[in-house]
């Protein structure tokens, strides 16, 4: 199974450009989210979604909008690209959302913004 | 606010030796704790988990972890290292329960695993 695709695989952007993120999943979970991955800091959330349909903000959410229409896929939108957006982002899903529920990642999106 | 302190950012290693990754963990109920493994230009794979029950727990590859709650710590071992091992791998605690009604996860800062042969 392929578990959980993103695309692109590196993008460099233009600052004030848009872009979006694209992740699918073929697990059918429930919970998807969006991390940001920096040196030094570990993983940051930036958005999840529990369940189609809905969604919320997770640690670093400014700058970013997320959409989740179906279970399968979860759209991370950049309006307006600024170079502290210079990051690898990290698309996951989860089956439930209690907290013993294990995460699986995707390959992540290398994104530079200039 | 729970929080994770992995104080080796860096750690270097023969093959064949054995490792030991620190991770600390604070967080004020019985938390859910994980370690995953990244390597080099992929995403996270949970190695292990611990929910409750025997403290020392059995992961893929050969890994093994132990929560200790009296030091608040949750050590990741592997009695000897391949240079497969070489990766930048992750603790993680999970709440076990959160107003915003989601599985906030919060991750350390990762430690960085090199092997030599």
Redesign the interface.
Known sequence: TAGITQAPTSQILAAGRSMTLRCTQDMRHNAMYWYRQDLGLGLRLIHYSNTAGTTGKGEVPDGYSVSRANTDDFPLTLASAVPSQTSVYFCASSLGTSGNNEQFFGPGTRLTVL | AQSVTQPDIHITVSEGASLELRCNYSYGATP?L?W?VQSP??????LL?Y?SGDTLVQGIKGFEAEFKRSQSSFNLRKPSVHWSDAAEY?CAV?????S??????T????TKLQVIP
């Open positions: 859910y994980f995953y230009g992929q995403g996270l794979q949970l988990k929910f992750f999970g709440e076990s329960w959160n915003g009604g989601y599985q906030k996860v991750f350390g800062t990762g």
